[in-house]
């Protein structure tokens, strides 16, 4: 079954606390990306990666942090620096070739700041 | 002005009615046009894509793109409760930095209600 796969799907973070959410694709996409969403609002970017070993700063990269060591995995931390963490996180992969790379999602997290 | 802005919602229409959700995007170098579709709680889900101006139909869905307007559509024919729904319009720039993909811009969305 291809598709992409985050976790947790709720994470609770204390004050202070830096947290890791997982994204893994078997589409055998190289670009994976993460977006942040608020409540009513629409995806704001936050880290795109086109390939193994290198990543870009999207929109909103203050205060979270990535790694693509594998082409299957983009894990995003959040950390201490993020002011306001509190949202719905979406991972999506897409392909590179052409120009038509549609994108497409994980589940979600839902990240809570207690 | 917001790089792409949807109309305004909540949309309410009657069970078997057309839905018109509208886009526009300021980008006039924006190449590629998503329709995504977002239930309460989920994730994004890509109902449709268009590329060139004119009309790209998809069952009930139909997708219209007017590059010189810097507009793009959705039009949902016999709209059904399962429809209701938040409608993302997002708007890629063709290519970016030399990269063959770009980044995608949404839009805030825009709210369907199909009542019975």
């Known amino acids: 079954d291809g598709g992409i796969t985050q976790s947790p799907k709720y994470l609770f973070r204390k004050e202070g606390q830096n947290v890791t959410l997982s994204c893994e694709q078997n589409?055998?996409?190289?670009?994976m990306y993460w977006y942040r969403q608020d409540p009513g609002q629409g995806l704001r970017l936050i880290y795109y990666s086109q390939i193994v070993n290198d990543f870009q700063k999207g929109d909103i990269a203050e205060g979270y942090s990535v790694s693509r060591e594998k082409k299957e995995s983009f894990p995003l931390t959040v950390t201490s620096a993020q002011k306001n963490p509190t949202a719905f996180y979406l991972c999506?992969?897409?392909?590179?070739?052409?120009?038509?790379?549609?994108?497409?999602f994980g589940p979600g997290t839902r990240l809570t700041v207690l | 002005q917001k790089e792409v802005e949807q109309n305004s919602g909540p949309l309410s229409v009657p069970e078997g009615a057309i839905a018109s959700l509208n886009c526009t995007y300021s980008d006039r170098g924006s190449q590629s046009f998503f329709w995504y579709r977002q239930y309460s709680g989920k994730s994004p889900e890509l109902i449709m894509s268009i590329y060139s101006n004119g009309d790209k139909e998809d069952g009930r869905f139909t997708a219209q793109l007017n590059k010189a307007s810097q507009y793009v559509s959705l039009l949902i024919r016999d709209s059904q409760p399962s429809d209701s729904a938040t409608y993302l319009c997002a708007v890629k720039v063709g290519r970016d930095g030399g990269t063959s993909y770009g980044k995608l811009t949404f839009g805030q969305g825009t709210i369907l209600t199909v009542h019975p």
């Open positions: 589409l055998n996409h190289d670009a």
């Open positions: 999506a992969s897409s392909i590179t070739s052409g120009d038509y790379n549609e994108q497409f």
